[in-house]
């Protein structure tokens, strides 16, 4: 199994900045792709920016611009620097990664549990 391990939420005024960091670990596995998701009150959670092993990023289009997703593949961490924060902006945040057995080749998603980003004027 592949464990995620968030951190980085908070409240913030608009305007601000908060920087989310995601840890994958898991003996036996290779992370690949790695991303965030957002889930608001009422509505379904929905990808806020993704990253491949590579290093290429990709960004709903409600982000672009003010967020930035990085990963250290050395530390199986990936990062979501958000700035320029605005109220809907406030969700649960998700980290998501995904990884394949070295053994089996078996390809499977992961989820964290968790963090909130409460943007509040």
């Known amino acids: 199994q592949v464990q995620l391990v968030e951190s980085g939420g908070g409240l913030v005024q608009p305007g601000g900045s908060l920087r989310l960091s995601c840890a994958a670990s898991g003996s036996g596995y290779g992370i690949n792709d790695m991303g965030w998701y957002r889930q608001a009150p009422g509505k379904e959670r929905e990808l806020v920016a993704r990253?491949?092993?590579?290093?290429?990023?990709s960004y709903a289009n409600s982000v672009k611009g003010r967020f930035t997703v990085s990963r250290d593949n050395a530390k199986n961490t990936v990062y979501l620097q958000m700035n320029s924060l605005k109220p809907e902006d406030t969700a649960v945040y998700y980290c998501?990664?995904?990884?394949?057995?070295?053994?089996?080749?078996?390809?499977?998603?992961?989820w964290g549990q968790g963090t909130q980003v409460t943007v509040f004027s």
């Open positions: 990253i491949t092993i590579g290093g290429s990023p």
């Open positions: 998501n990664a995904a990884a394949v057995h070295f053994a089996t080749y078996r390809r499977n998603e992961y």
